[in-house]
Structure formats: C-alpha cells, structure tokens
C-alpha cells in the first residue's frame, strides 16, 4: 500500500527529475549551512544530526550518540580497504567515527560547501584525512561504478530526497556482493495518523528543512528488496528519536542568545520544528527505523546480534 | 530555615504584566491586533492551530523565560480562553507548574 502522495511531493512531481534535484540541491541545503558553531551547541560532539539510541529516558545524549555510533560500526562490521559511502554525511559524524574505528576507506557528500568544510577540518584533527574524502554533490550525479562499494549509509538523509526508486537501484547496483546498505531516517506509518498536509508538518518538511518525502517502511522496504537486497534488520528508534529532540531542545533553551546572535531567528525555527517532531514522535504519528539490507549472502550471520 | 536556593530572588510578574506580553506574544503569531483580543475569547476560534500554539509558545519562552509545556492544543492542559492562558503563564512563572 502506498502512501497518497503529499502536498510537498506533488509539487516535486510536477518539477521533474532534474528540477527536482536541483530543487534539494538549494532548498535542504540552506538549513545546513548556517555555522556549524549553532549545531555544536545543539548536537553531540560529533554532530550527528539524528537520533541516537536512549535505553533509558533520562540517559545524556554523547551516552545514546555513542551507542548509536557503535551500532552502526557493529552492523557494517567495516573490513581493512573496503569502500564506504555515506550519502548525506553532515559534519561527518558517523563517516569519521568509522573512519577512526576501522581501516576502510571513506567518502561521503553532503550538499552544503560549509559541512564538507567541518567535516574535512574534522577529519584532519582526528588524523584520519588521508581515508576519507568528501564531495560536494547530490548522490543523483555520482558516477559509481557497479560492484564498487562494500559499504552506503544514509542517516538522517534519505528524505531529503525524492526520487527514491532510482537512489535504491543506482546504491544497489554500487554495492559488491556482500554489501551492506543502512537507512535511519523517519518513515510515516500505513494508518493514516493526523494531517501530513498540515501547516506543522510543512513547516518542518519545507520551512525549516526544505524538502522532505516520507515513506511507508514497507514502501521503503520494498524498494530495497526490488533492487535484490535481503533485509536483515529493522530496529524501531521512534521513541529514541522523541528523547533526542528533547535533548536537543534542551540545548537550544540553554544557548539561545549565542545561537540568537549567529543567526537571528533561528532558535525560534529549531525549536518550533523540534518540538512538532517530538509531538509527532511521541504520539507515532512519525516513526523512525533503522535498517540494514545485504546484497548476496550476508557476510557472516547477523540474527541475534547486539541489541542496539 | 534557609530559602531553597532554586526560588526566584526577584518577585514573579504582575498579572497585568503578563497579560500584556501573552496579548503581545498572541497577537503577533495570529497576525492580528492586540487591541482586538478579548479575555473570553477562545484560542481555538481565534485560530490557534497546532503550528500557531508552538510558535506561540516557543516566542512566550522568548519573551517570558520559562519552559513552556510541550502540547499541541492547549485545551489538553485546561486552557480554552485567552484569559486561561494569562492564568496559566501566571502560575507557570510564580513556579506553581513545572
């Protein structure tokens, strides 16, 4: 079953393909390039921006973070000299925490000059910038060769994009055999729960973070499975997510002045839009999963591993 | 007995003090004029949707400095008129809430 397609998605529609991108290309960027002094004093020293993994609701966010991270290096199980791509790195929070946790080789893209900036800074700093390379670019209008990628995450990036059927066959056919695809991101559930054309819901799908198209896990799923990936895990984070936005409001009420200063006005839009997330999150009208699929044989059994 | 060292040192704001930023605060976010507000008037008929009411309580924060509650609709914690909701920030800020 899918979804009725949203406001937001029908005008993507009607741009087209190409516009589309181009669209993405500015719009999600422009939340992203404000200063990244703003997002380290909202974020996790790393700066992910998505949500951890909380065990229990009164844990810090570097503890959830952390754990999240771990997870993540866990399921990817990243050997020396394989390949990993991270489509939507940030400020390149998980891509360097792999990148100091393993021997493989790193490149990810971002749309916004100024992460690609940090991120790179970040890397020298950590010692790891000879593995790691970052693009500026849309993950549309990368030339990857087949069967050229052990490794794809996409966290907290794939609804930024709409055109999700060709991103799922253009990763699927990158990926060697034993490759592995992880997708954390927020997903809209089958039962129609509250307005998704709302003027809260696009103020956080359009005003605050420009362009955003949810999906129906199963919908998402589906794809990955057309492509002739296996899904092998699929953890539920909703309410980790509901407890990572309350952490980060927290920080935007302790450091509204200086982020005031920086940007005026922007505290009032991350906690305007934080806040109607959590809402959404809390009352699962939002969800938000994490999922690991494997093209071929998983490379060593993956059921019954760690909880995250 | 020593004072608990989290009570506030200045006293809380007036009533009418408080009514004057909410009229403000509320008038802003609706994009109408203050003067035109009535104290039994309902948000909800005001046109207070869920976007409206966390805008408006994240600018009360701005305002006022305290934590606002985390709701979409504010008859979920009583509030329906505007003269609640001056009520409401009145005991917010005199720490009798939260």
């Known amino acids: 079953m899918t979804a009725l397609p949203t406001q937001l998605e029908r005008e993507a529609e009607a741009r087209g393909a190409l ?8 719009a999600v960027a422009a939340h992203y390039e404000n200063h990244p002094e703003i997002f380290s004093l909202v974020l996790d020293r790393r700066l992910a921006y998505a949500t951890g993994i909380f065990r229990r609701e009164e844990e810090d966010l570097e503890t959830a973070q952390a754990r999240k991270y771990a997870w993540i290096a866990e399921q990817l199980a990243i050997q020396p000299g394989q390949t990993v791509l991270d489509v939507g790195c940030g400020w390149g929070s998980n891509l360097l925490y792999l990148a100091e946790h393993t021997e493989g080789c790193f490149r990810g893209v971002t749309l916004s000059a100024r992460q690609r900036e940090e991120a790179l800074a970040r890397a020298k700093r950590a010692g790891v910038e000879g593995r790691v390379r970052i693009d500026l670019a849309h993950v549309e209008e990368l030339d990857l060769p087949s069967e050229s990628l052990d490794a794809v995450l996409f966290v907290g990036s794939i609804v930024h994009m709409h055109n999700r059927e060709a991103i799922h066959e253009k990763v699927a056919r990158a990926l060697r055999p034993g490759g592995r695809l992880l997708i954390s991101d927020c997903f809209f559930p089958v039962e129609a729960r509250g307005d998704r054309d709302s003027a809260a819901s696009r103020y956080i799908f359009e005003t605050a973070l420009g362009y955003c198209r949810l999906l129906h896990l199963s919908d ?8 002739g990936l296996d899904v092998v895990r699929v953890e539920d984070l909703t309410a980790s997510y509901a407890c990572t936005l309350g952490r980060w409001i927290d920080n935007v009420r302790a450091h509204r002045g200086r982020i005031e200063t920086l940007a005026p006005g922007f505290p009032r839009v991350l906690q305007v839009y934080m806040t109607i997330a959590r809402l959404s999150f809390l009352r699962r009208r939002a969800l938000e999963y994490m999922v690991v699929a494997v093209k071929g044989k998983p490379p060593r059994p993956l059921a019954g591993g760690v909880q995250p | ?6 009570e506030r040192t200045s006293p809380p704001l ?3 003090a408080v009514a004057e930023a909410v009229y403000a605060v509320l008038a802003h976010t609706l994009g109408i004029d203050p003067s035109g507000i009535r104290p039994d008037a309902e948000l909800e008929h005001l046109g207070l949707s869920s976007l409206k009411t966390i805008e408006m309580n994240v600018a009360l924060e701005e305002k006022l400095g305290f934590t606002s509650p985390e709701v979409a609709r504010p008859d979920e914690l009583g509030i329906v008129t505007v003269d609640d909701l001056v009520s409401h920030v ?9």
């Open chain 2, 1 to 6: 007995m020593h004072e608990r060292a989290h």
């Open chain 2, 14 to 16: 007036p009533r009418p």
């Open chain 2, 90 to 98: 009145v005991r917010v800020l005199a720490g009798d809430l939260r």
């Open chain 1, 19 to 26: 516009t589309q991108r181009e669209h993405e290309r500015q």
């Open chain 1, 220 to 227: 998402e799923l589906g794809l990955i499975e057309r492509c």
